[in-house]
């Protein structure tokens, strides 16, 4: 593979020189002396500039070689991991992989849809982090790993300890949720069959599963007049984990009802985000979702699975 490629101007150059040189071997005598030593260290002068380059490209590429060898992962290197990061008390909050189910877990923990090693690209650990209203808890967790990388081997697994600071785009109000501690939901709902299209995808049928809260599961029991009829179920006195903690399930004669034990301090995770309950009321539970872990610290163990140097990459050596 050639890594030093020369010009087409360079080409010229280094192709008539060769040809002056040709010249003056074969007909010395067309040329005075003081033009034969010229265009012999032109000629000299060339093929030692050439010489250099071709040794130059030689050093690179056996520094190249010799990191790719170490498999040493460097800043602009995009390399696979695999991770899992726990809090202070050992519950598992992510994971790159599946988590066995003996092992405790948060409540803020999601098993992702596909398993396995996921990729960064290394950045230095000072790179300033995108400037955003809210940071997504698994954008965070990888952003911060991927200021921790560089340095590690291929096949390294190492112990690292990652923080973030409170989001400082919006004001503080922009962060705080206030929800109801009870939650009340009809046991019949009726809507125009528009709108349940429009909520569905798809055009309304007795015995479809619709829900509209997790906790209350219905189905369609008619589509009549233009209208769909929805049934939800849920049996009074049972106890079912939410996302904000525990809630017992009663109803009256039109409504079921939640009542959710939620604690003060306790992480919650809403979609994308996580975020620490700061106050409860009889009525109104408060989430703070500025800081992207909840205020916590994440001890992650991390391992690289596989490194690819950027500087091989470039050069097509990888290839």
């Not at 008539?16 to 007909?27: D, I």
């Not at 596909?114 to 000072?126: C, F, I, Y």
């Not at 340095?151 to 962060?175: C, F, P």
């Not at 800081?291 to 050596?317: I, Y």
Request: proline residues 5%; glycine residues 8%; contains cysteine.
């Amino acid at each position: 593979m050639e890594l030093y490629k020369k010009s087409a101007y360079q080409k010229q150059v280094f192709a008539r020189t060769q040809s002056l040189g040709e010249t003056m071997r074969g007909n010395p005598r067309i040329f005075s002396r003081g033009t034969m030593i010229s265009l012999t260290a032109a000629l000299l002068l060339t093929q030692s500039v050439f010489s250099w380059a071709a040794d130059t490209a030689k050093d690179v590429q056996g520094d190249v070689s010799d990191t790719a060898k170490a498999g040493i992962v460097e800043t602009g290197d995009r390399a696979e991991i695999s991770y899992l990061c726990r809090l202070k008390s050992g519950e598992v909050v992510a994971a790159s992989g599946s988590v066995p189910d003996e092992q405790s877990k948060s409540g803020i923990f999601v098993t992702r849809k596909e398993t396995g090693p996921l990729s960064v690209v290394a950045v230095r650990p000072d790179e300033p982090f995108p400037l955003r209203p809210e940071e997504p808890f698994d954008e965070a967790v990888l952003e911060r790993l991927a200021r921790a990388v560089a340095g590690m081997q291929e096949g390294e697994r190492r112990q690292l300890e990652i923080t973030a600071l409170e989001s400082s785009a919006k004001d503080e109000e922009y962060y705080i949720l206030r929800m109801a501690r009870v939650r009340t939901r009809p046991k019949v709902m009726t809507m125009p069959v528009d709108e349940y299209a429009d909520r569905t995808g798809k055009s309304p049928e007795v015995g479809q599963s619709f829900s509209i809260d997790p906790s209350f599961p219905g189905r369609v029991t008619a589509v009549t007049g233009g209208k769909v009829t929805v049934r939800f179920n849920a049996t009074p006195g049972d106890v079912i984990q939410t996302p904000f903690g525990l809630g017992r399930i009663y109803h009256d004669e039109k409504n079921y009802k939640l009542d959710i034990k939620a604690r003060k301090g306790s992480l919650v995770r809403s979609g994308p985000l996580v975020g620490r309950i700061t106050d409860v009321t009889d009525e109104i539970i408060t989430i703070n979702y500025r800081h992207p872990f909840g205020g916590e610290k994440l001890f992650c163990d991390v391992t690289v699975d596989k490194a690819e140097h950027a500087k091989l990459a470039a050069s097509g050596m990888g290839k």
